[in-house]
């Protein structure tokens, strides 16, 4: 497994869901920006905004953000760049727990 260092700042920002009278849960946006936390982009997409959809980026995230689920909100403050992540998983080292991350596919909003 590949050591991911990193290159930049990613601030997290958790969706928030509502729950009306009748049960209905809804995602009504997102809460404040978490702490900023070391990240990198591993991968962009050579064109945003394919035929069937946003192309998907790929970034790395401090495992501190744990647990990220599909709709947070991943910003990067230097650039004011967000992202709504789509699938995270955990890629943890065999070695050193210091070198662990999350392997995020997200689309640029």
């Given amino acids: 497994m590949a050591v991911i ?5 990613f601030a997290v ?3 928030t869901v509502t729950v009306d009278g009748h ?14 936390r070391p990240g990198r982009i591993v991968a962009e997409p050579a064109e945003d905004g394919e035929r069937d959809g946003p192309g998907m980026w790929v970034l790395a995230v401090d495992p501190a ?23 995270a998983d955990a890629r943890d080292h065999a070695v050193d ?13």
Avoid: Y
Avoid at 97 to 109: E, F, G, N, T
């Fill in 5 to 9: 260092l990193p290159t930049t700042l």
């Fill in 13 to 15: 920002r958790r969706a």
């Fill in 23 to 36: 049960g209905t849960r809804s995602p009504s946006g997102w809460g404040a920006p978490g702490r900023e």
């Fill in 65 to 87: 953000e744990q647990p990220l689920r599909a709709r947070d909100l991943i910003v990067e403050p230097s650039t004011g760049r967000r992202w709504v992540v789509a699938t």
């Fill in 97 to 109: 727990p210091a070198v662990d991350w999350i392997r995020v596919q997200a689309s640029l909003q």
